[in-house]
């Protein structure tokens, strides 16, 4: 099935930098999800958004429903070590119809 | 918290075994799912349960079963294994109203030799 468009593919950020990442499609979803998935581990969700343009904050992650329903991006403020990861989005239009973004893969240097 | 549980983390098996992945969930969630993750393809839908006894055909369902007896478990069955199934396999479940998000067990590494 079609995948959504994330990007970037991976950034390389000093500790305490901002970070954006951003997912697209082509369809319209009326669910966005953000997940962290850490080395060996399943996705954790990191954010829901049910919404057109609900933005959403959960600590130092702050993400939105875009007003189309077709993208949605998540904001990571001043980075720690412990962000380390691949984070990947998620658009859901239907219970058993979830599209999946690629994965972003964060590395933060100390 | 939500706790979905995948009884193996990592399984090594052979070309032609029957295979079963196991998963458990603790939160009475009525749908379950199971994906498999490769690199460059990301996570593909196999099979998706909305109650027990009932299932319905993901994205790539050639080569698999499941079986829900129970409401809390999900099993994944490679009838035949083959070394394509080589993958991580993620199991996951949610509530049933409106488009609640789905919640992750730990992945099952499975290696076909």
């Known amino acids: 099935g079609q995948q959504l468009n994330q990007s970037p593919q991976s950034m390389f950020i000093q500790e305490g930098e901002d970070v954006s990442m951003n997912c697209t499609s082509s369809s319209i979803f009326n669910t966005w999800l953000w997940y962290k998935q850490d080395p060996g581990e399943g996705p954790v969700l990191l954010i829901a958004?049910?919404?057109?343009?609900e933005l959403t904050s959960n600590g130092r992650l702050t993400a939105q429903f875009g007003i189309t329903r077709k993208d949605s991006f998540l904001n990571i403020s001043a980075s720690i070590p412990s962000d380390v990861g691949i984070y990947f989005c998620a658009g859901q239009l239907r219970i058993n119809d979830m599209r999946f973004g690629a994965g972003t893969r964060l590395t933060v240097k100390p | 918290d939500v706790k979905v549980t995948q009884s193996s983390r990592y399984l090594v098996k052979r070309t032609g075994e029957k295979v079963f992945l196991e998963c458990v969930q603790d939160?009475?969630?009525?749908?379950m799912f199971w994906y498999r993750q490769d690199p460059g393809l990301g996570l593909r839908l196999i099979y998706f349960s909305y109650d027990v006894k009932m299932k319905e055909k993901g994205d790539i369902p050639e080569g698999y079963s499941v079986s829900r007896e129970k409401k809390e478990r999900f099993s994944l069955i490679l009838e035949s294994a083959s070394t394509n199934q080589t993958s991580m396999y993620l199991c996951?479940?949610?509530?049933?109203?409106?488009?609640?998000?789905?919640?992750f067990g730990d992945g099952t590494r499975l290696s076909i030799l």
């Open positions: 958004l049910y919404k057109a343009g």
């Open positions: 939160m009475d969630h009525e749908n």
């Open positions: 996951a479940s949610s509530l049933d109203t409106g488009n609640q998000p789905q919640h």
